[in-house]
């Protein structure tokens, strides 16, 4: 096919803006055959956890394909733009530093594996279960807010990988999916210490022997990973006297995912036991003592 005349002569006198326009062409088409490819890949994959893996390879490859090209055309074909490049890049590195930073992020977070999605973390102050993760943004299902105990709100939080680079990251999952939790019950003046300490801990011995018995192990690797000392897995309680009761501190490991529910069931369980200690033990509550000018107790 012989190109006219009069488009031959443009090119010949405008090289460097006619690479510039086949060099666009050729990003759009990679985008578009990109998303082409993600939409067919939702349709024929209907396991999430592959759709989604197999969705993040293909923009990941189309994301390499696009550096190939560019760095084909800037140190090939547009010879005459090395000056040019050298020229813009400056600007570009101050008024898109927070797209760098995001690009950059989100590299990193693949390479080192800081999270990944299904994780449960906390970035720049926002708590939630990550959903996913792109070039740009990490998405989360926010949990806590107004909602007590580690719930969803309902709301979908993107975040800019950025911020991987400016504060501390909490991961609830990676390599210890496994959270300390505490109870504190207030124990009436008078009632059996012992027995109030043998109820709450045959009641978290019971309800808690699995999550004892499966972190173990898990901490076992932790600590041959990190340089952190060893643990106390098995539920434990402590005692505090205060002013007005005896406070018997319960501390014990759990799900992640699944401390607001365990925690329901320790009160219950323990509740129903001490109502089945005969008033051996009985629980404490605030109260106020009024002493008129005779030093009688009203």
Do not use: C
């Amino acid at each position: 096919m012989n190109i006219p005349y009069e488009i031959a002569s443009w090119t010949e006198l405008n090289p460097t803006v006619y690479s510039i326009i086949k060099y666009i062409i050729w990003v759009i088409f990679i985008v578009f055959f990109i998303q082409f490819l993600r939409k067919l890949i939702r349709k024929k994959l209907p396991e999430n956890a592959t759709r989604y893996k197999a969705q993040k390879t293909v923009e990941m490859a189309g994301y390499f394909l696009i550096i190939i090209l560019s760095i084909s055309y800037f140190t090939g074909n547009i010879r005459d733009f090395t000056l040019a490049i050298g020229l813009i890049s400056a600007g570009i590195a101050v008024t898109l530093q927070e797209l760098i930073l995001s690009i950059a992020g989100s590299i990193y977070i693949l390479i080192v594996k800081l999270y990944s999605p299904g994780d449960r973390i906390e970035m720049n102050g926002i708590k939630g279960d990550v959903i996913d993760i792109d070039s740009m943004y990490t998405t989360m299902m926010e949990i806590g807010m107004w909602v007590h105990s580690d719930n969803y709100t309902g709301r979908i939080v993107k975040i800019t990988n950025a911020y991987v680079f400016k504060g501390p990251i909490y991961n609830y999952t990676q390599d210890f999916p496994f959270l300390w939790d505490e109870i504190n019950l207030p124990i009436r003046y008078g009632s059996d210490l012992e027995l109030a300490k043998d109820l709450v801990m045959k009641v978290a011995t019971d309800k808690l022997q699995q999550y004892t018995d499966t972190s173990t192990q898990v901490w076992k690797e932790v600590v041959q990973k990190y340089y952190v000392e060893d643990a106390q897995l098995a539920p434990t309680v402590a005692v505090l006297l205060t002013d007005n009761w005896i406070n018997l501190n319960l501390r014990y490991i759990v799900d992640h995912k699944l401390r607001r529910r365990t925690k329901h069931q320790l009160n219950e369980a323990i509740y129903e036991a001490i109502l089945n200690s005969k008033g051996k033990v009985n629980l404490a509550s605030a109260t106020i003592e009024l002493i008129n000018t005779k030093n009688k107790t009203i």
